[in-house]
Structures are given as structure tokens and as C-alpha cells.
């Protein structure tokens, strides 16, 4: 599975959009983006996943790039409770061996 | 629907001592995996089962730690002989067995502490 590169911390303001980077210039044509995100000694939760056109859901929006070498999560007006390690991971979709390799991700910090 | 259970949440063992982490997939899954979380570290895979069968265990070390995921029950993860460095928060995740989204599905962790 492809690396990906995330910076390792973020501050955001209350109510703003929060944009959240993440490089992955090696991504193969079959290889999803998923976003995790893991909130202080919870478990981590999915947000979204996307292939190459952009997806939108309840909790964020997924922006890819065209050459899909990059891609931007957003969470549209971020809360207190958005306070997280936020994982960019890509891989293949497949049968079995789905297992997720996590990096060290972004801790966004979202400030009153 | 419950999602994926963990139990204990909490345990606290001697050195030397066994612990035993126990994980219930969400109802209908049938692949678990385990990850561990070092304090102020990120999570590391450990191993991957589907039912009665280790399918990849690259993340497991080689000594004291077992898995297993009976036809019947949770999925268990035992760590004998346990020592400080076992200290962690262990979280367990599900996944269907058909070809799907790709999510898996996490616990809220069991965190062991080792004296």
C-alpha cells in the first residue's frame, strides 16, 4: 500500500473549516483514500473513503487531487468535539486482507 | 446493531502474570484485527483472523502473544508472561466478509497496564 505524508499538527478556529492535507504521490490506480480519524483513547473512526472523484458525507468532504497525488479533508465547520488525530491511509480494495496501516497523522486541535 | 465489543476495558496485571483481551465482532462479521497503541504512539497492526484461521499475523511479536477467533465466541488476544513494555491500549476491529467499503469497525480498546 501507498505512504502517505500528513503534517503532524494543526489549529483550527471554532465554526471554521478545517482543511486537512495529505500526500500521496505514489497512490497506484486501484488504491482508495480513506480518512480515520481518533479521538483522545477512543477507537478510530472511519469518515470517508473515495477513489478519485470527490465524495461528501455527514462528517466531512473528500477532495482529490486530478492526479489524485493529493487529497484534502474537510470538515466544513469544525467543533470542539472535532479535537482528533486525523489518519490519511490509501490502499487497494479487496476481498479479505483489509487490514489498515496507520501512519502518524495530523492532530488538529480545534480552538474555542 | 452493538458494534464491536471489548472487554475488559481495563485490566492490570502483574509481571509475569497473563492477560487475556476479549473482542465480539459486530454481528455478521467474521474478519478481526488487532492493533496496539504504545502510550503517545500511533497504532501498529498486530494480527489479522478470519474465523478459526490466522491470516496475517506480520505484527504480532514472536514470543508471548497469541490470537485466536474460535467458530464460537469473541476473538481472543493472550499475552503471557506479560512485562511493562505490554502496557497499551489494545483495540480490536471487524470487517464483513464480502467485498465492501473497506471500513473497518473499532472497539473502544482494552488498556492494560502492567506493574
Known amino acids: 500500500d501507498a505512504k502517505t505524508t500528513q503534517p503532524p499538527s494543526m489549529d483550527c478556529a471554532e465554526g471554521r473549516a478545517a482543511n486537512l492535507p495529505c500526500n500521496h504521490s505514489t497512490i497506484s490506480g486501484n488504491e482508495y483514500v480513506y480518512w480515520y480519524r481518533q479521538i483522545h483513547s477512543q477507537g478510530p473512526q472511519y469518515i470517508i473513503h473515495g477513489l478519485k472523484n470527490n465524495e461528501t458525507n455527514e462528517m466531512a468532504s473528500l477532495i482529490i487531487t486530478e492526479d489524485r497525488k493529493s487529497s484534502t479533508l474537510i470538515l466544513p465547520h469544525a467543533t470542539l468535539r472535532d479535537t482528533a488525530v486525523y489518519y490519511c491511509?490509501?490502499?487497494?480494495?479487496?476481498?479479505?486482507?483489509?487490514?489498515?496501516?496507520f501512519g502518524q497523522g495530523t492532530r488538529l486541535t480545534i480552538n474555542p | 446493531n452493538a458494534g464491536v465489543m471489548q472487554n475488559p476495558r481495563h485490566l492490570v496485571r502483574r509481571r509475569g502474570q497473563e492477560a487475556r483481551l476479549r473482542c465480539s465482532p459486530v454481528k455478521g462479521h467474521s474478519h478481526v484485527y488487532w492493533y496496539r497503541q504504545l502510550p503517545e504512539e500511533g497504532l501498529k497492526f498486530m494480527v489479522y483472523?478470519?474465523?478459526?484461521?490466522?491470516?496475517?499475523e506480520s505484527g504480532m511479536p514472536k514470543e508471548r502473544f497469541s490470537a485466536e477467533f474460535p467458530k464460537e465466541g469473541p476473538s481472543i488476544l493472550r499475552i503471557q508472561q506479560v512485562v511493562r513494555g505490554d502496557s497499551a491500549a489494545y483495540f480490536c476491529?471487524?470487517?464483513?466478509?464480502?467485498?465492501?467499503?473497506?471500513?473497518?469497525?473499532f472497539g473502544e480498546g482494552s488498556r492494560l497496564t502492567v506493574l
Open positions: 476491529a471487524s470487517s464483513p466478509q464480502q467485498r465492501n467499503t473497506g471500513e473497518l469497525f
Open positions: 483472523l478470519q474465523k478459526e484461521n490466522i491470516i496475517d
Open positions: 491511509i490509501v490502499r487497494v480494495l479487496r476481498e479479505g486482507a483489509q487490514k489498515l496501516v
